[in-house]
């Protein structure tokens, strides 16, 4: 892998700027999806071929014992090797002396890639990176330590992101049943030791949500699934910011429940128009969440040149906004002269997060788009081989 990064950045590094030039980065074992991952998206070729009908009969054929899988349905987990296999360190000794590269403006790295990118690998994509006008990072939750990756992601979002970015999408995401077989295996010592909870989204450090409250002062567009909360970039909001440039705002956050008390709800809603009011070019906030069986979301919305701007609760629970959320918001948008508040139900089934972004239809940019369309066919997958995505 590091001769072939050598050689990529070698060769691209020859290119004029151009103009727009995205670089997606992806790698993968053919034996991934042969064995134990047989109902998960690498990338690789033919992966999107056929229709509905052929891939329920190909998941039906699916039979290898020796690797969990019988007559199509799963009836053994993988084991802990074999996951923490699949999500084995990548790039993990590049030189710092690769070439810069001026022609790539767009970086993309995908769930569909399961090994982990360092830290410092990161670092050193971004510094040699320096004209990127736009990322899209979706990494893979494991059993690292949490609170040390949310230090080294601080760390490369202050200070290795170039200063042209301007859009920003992160989406992190995780598997409960992977998460189970680790927390379940005594010879796990790192999970068992550290009690990490890997089931539900962890609470980042704080130093990871005020790094991207402080840095997003200088995007246009910034959206981030799961990796902080909401509240947690609200509450780094200091007084003597202001977005000057920050247009389209997407976050999650785990107050967002169907069982939470309302009271929580409208605290975190009421922050939001707070954070808003120093936001003069926002058109678009939107705080959400979902998981199997329930989804929700609260968008702001205003359109360009517009005297119009919406508020929208939707979602598989109906929830009236308080008053006190409606006249917060207004204040948000008092250049306007309406204010049209709506509550929406969705109506399908939602059987994971993929299914919740798109009943929700939330805005572009929340998750690339090969990347959700994935996630709801490996929903799919599961759902026939008998097992719930969470």
């Not at 969705?346 to 299914?355: A, I, Y």
Request: aromatic share 10%; glycine share 4%.
């Amino acid at each position: 892998m590091k001769d072939s990064m050598l050689k990529l950045f070698s060769v691209l590094g020859t290119w004029p700027p151009t103009g727009h030039l995205v670089l997606e980065l992806n790698a993968y074992s053919p034996s991934d999806s042969e064995h134990w991952f047989k109902d998960c998206y690498f990338g690789g070729e033919h992966e999107d071929d056929g229709n509905l009908v052929q891939q329920q009969e190909a998941i039906s054929r699916w039979h290898d014992p020796n690797h969990g899988w019988v007559n199509g349905q799963q009836v053994e987990a993988p084991p802990v090797p074999a996951i923490l296999r699949l999500f084995s360190p990548l790039c993990s000794s590049l030189p710092k002396s690769l070439p810069k590269v001026l022609a790539v403006t767009g970086l993309v790295i995908r769930r569909q890639l399961r090994r982990q990118i360092s830290s410092v690998a990161l670092q050193l994509f971004l510094e040699k990176l320096p004209k990127l006008e736009s990322i899209i990072y979706e990494p893979w939750r494991v059993c690292e330590s949490h609170c040390t990756s949310n230090w080294e992601m601080a760390s490369v979002i202050q200070g290795a992101l170039p200063s042209h970015v301007k859009t920003v999408s992160v989406f992190e995401d995780f598997n409960d049943q992977f998460a189970l077989a680790l927390r379940s295996d005594p010879l796990n010592w790192l999970l068992l030791e550290r009690d990490i909870d890997l089931i539900a989204p962890p609470i980042a450090t704080p130093m990871l949500a005020e790094v991207f409250a402080s840095k997003s002062r200088e995007f246009e567009h910034l959206s981030i699934s799961y990796m902080i909360d909401a509240q947690q970039f609200f509450n780094s909001c200091q007084l003597s910011y202001t977005w000057h440039h920050l247009q389209s705002l997407t976050l999650t956050s785990l107050i967002l429940t169907r069982t939470a008390p309302p009271p929580k709800i409208f605290t975190l809603l009421h922050n939001a128009s707070l954070a808003a009011l120093t936001m003069p070019q926002l058109e678009s906030m939107v705080l959400w969440n979902g998981k199997y069986g329930e989804a929700c979301a609260f968008f702001y919305h205003r359109k360009k040149g517009s005297k119009q701007a919406t508020l929208t609760w939707r979602g598989t629970w109906k929830l009236e906004l308080s008053h006190d959320v409606v006249e917060s918001w207004q204040k948000v948008a008092s250049d306007f002269h309406d204010l049209r508040v709506q509550n929406e139900q969705v109506q399908g089934v939602v059987n994971s997060r993929g299914d919740a972004i798109f009943h929700l239809r939330l805005p572009g940019g929340v998750i690339d788009p090969v990347s959700l369309w994935q996630i709801r066919q490996e929903g799919m997958m599961r759902r026939m081989a008998g097992l719930e995505e969470a």
